[in-house]
């Protein structure tokens, strides 16, 4: 692998956003995924390999170790946060056709329920991984779901909630969907779900981490 | 230290009680915030504890940190096994938490916040420029939230101890099946909204860093701590905490 994405593998991994970031200690005055991106792309190295052996490969180890709890929210959150400065460099790529993410994932809490720390988890997550994501924010009902579908054929639709009340809404939604767009993936996640819900709410995954809905999403995209 | 006691009198002409709080009389301790966060005191490593201390330092300036309740009477012969009857409303709580309230006389209903100043700051912060930083206000507007419910339950522990009476542990919509529709009905013993905090339509509390619920209060309640083993939310941060 390119010594260069090697390193922004290793500051998304580690959190590291730019040169001046005084996060992690271990990498103090070294460049950061901001100025490696840079400098990967001013090299000439293809945008598409920046995405998918530079950024991926760090995120990925950090959904990994999120999982075996070897790291907790914040570090995912510096981690998060320098994969969304590299990929502000690779958006003239996207936007050109040069880089290409693996799919689209449209993301939201559903009706009755605010709670968003873990849909943005799981949100910042499956972009790191290559994804396209449509965040609709918290209270979100049928309809905004089916609405950004329609913009977004094909994408696999994802609804988290936290409150065991909101289940009932989870369960409606999902079928709402279905009924409107058949083909449609839905995958559900949050505290009080658990596969057998999935199962009965005619959901197509049921992840218990960010890392396992990127699993999920690799599997329908490869 | 401040402290602000107001009597509220709303359009029934009966009376609820609002104090509002500073960020230092609830003593929140930095040590459950780190374990919130994910940590402990010695594996806590920078830049976290420097984000940690200058949210603690920003929160003194606080000044929306506010709790409220009300106390109504039961009435018996409507309430069910997983129903309550307070005034002409019935609140559908679920049998756990009825069960909870078995005996119980009186319902002191409850709204306590952080203020909309840390639920905003958090949430601008979480979505731009810093989401650390904000993830950390989170938190801690998350503790605010259940300090004022502290106080406030331990306001009415102490005065219903006085009269003989007990208190339950509190309970809120949105868990134990308790469905959160029936904010509405608890924030209209209030005139609709408390402390400053109002309801979407879809039961939400804002600003975000609220809770709201009821304890129940007789001669005969038992306090109980959470049951764990009841509730469906298995990564529920205060699990096993109780």
Redesign the interface.
């Known amino acids: 692998m390119n010594e260069l994405l090697n390193k922004l593998s290793n500051c998304i991994e580690f959190g590291k956003i730019n040169k001046a970031a ?2 992690p ?1 271990q990498m103090k005055g070294e460049d950061g995924a901001d100025e490696i991106t840079r400098q990967a792309l001013d090299e000439g190295v293809n945008a598409q390999d920046v995405l998918t052996e530079g950024l991926m490969p760090g995120m990925e180890r950090v959904g990994v170790k999120f999982r075996e ?1 070897k790291v ?3 570090q995912v ?2 981690s ?2 320098a994969m969304s400065t590299a990929m502000v460099h690779l958006k003239p790529y996207f936007d050109s056709g040069a880089a290409k993410q693996k799919g689209t994932f449209i993301i939201g809490t559903v ?4 709670h968003d ?1 873990g849909k ?1 988890l799981v949100a910042m997550m499956v972009e790191g991984n290559g994804y396209k994501v449509i965040d609709l924010g918290t ?1 979100v009902d049928t309809e905004k779901y089916l609405n950004a579908l329609n913009e977004n054929p094909g994408a696999v639709v994802g609804l988290s909630a ?5 289940m009932a809404n989870m369960e409606r939604i999902t079928k709402e969907i279905k009924a409107a767009a058949p083909n449609t993936l839905v995958a559900v996640g949050g ?2 779900v658990n596969e057998e819900f999935s199962k009965k709410i005619g959901a197509d995954n049921y992840s218990s981490d960010p890392q396992a809905i990127v699993e999920f999403l690799n599997t329908k995209t490869a | 230290m401040k402290r602000i006691f107001s009597l509220c009198l709303t359009n029934t002409a009966k009376m609820n009680i609002e104090r509002s709080f500073t960020f230092e009389e609830l003593e929140i301790d930095p040590k459950e915030i780190i374990a919130t966060l994910g940590y402990t005191e010695d594996s806590f490593f920078e830049p976290f504890p420097t984000y940690l201390a200058q949210a603690f330092e920003c929160c003194k300036q606080l000044n929306d940190i506010k709790g409220a309740y009300r106390i109504l009477k039961m009435d018996e012969f409507c309430s069910d096994k997983k129903k309550i009857c307070v005034q002409d409303l019935q609140f559908n709580v679920g049998r756990t938490i009825r069960k909870e309230l078995n005996g119980a006389e009186n319902i002191a209903f409850f709204v306590c916040t952080a203020g909309a100043e840390i639920s905003q700051l958090a949430d601008k912060l979480l979505k731009g420029e810093d989401p650390v930083l904000g993830y950390v206000y989170d938190v801690i507007g998350s503790a605010i939230a259940e300090a004022v419910g502290d106080k406030i339950q331990a306001t009415i522990s102490l005065s219903e101890q006085k009269a003989g009476r007990k208190i339950t542990n509190r309970y809120s919509p949105g868990y134990c099946h308790w469905n959160v529709t029936d904010q509405h009905k608890l924030f209209s013993l209030f005139g609709g909204t408390a402390c400053g905090v109002k309801l979407t339509p879809s039961s939400l509390m804002h600003p975000v860093k609220s809770i709201s619920g009821l304890i129940g209060i007789g001669e005969n309640v038992e306090f109980n701590d959470y049951q764990c083993n009841l509730c469906q939310l298995e990564n529920c941060v205060y699990r096993d905490k109780h």
Do not use: S
């Open positions: 005084p996060f200690p709890n907790f929210v914040p959150l510096m998060a946060k009706l009755g329920d605010l720390i943005n209270d936290l409150l065991t009340t909101t505290a009080p």
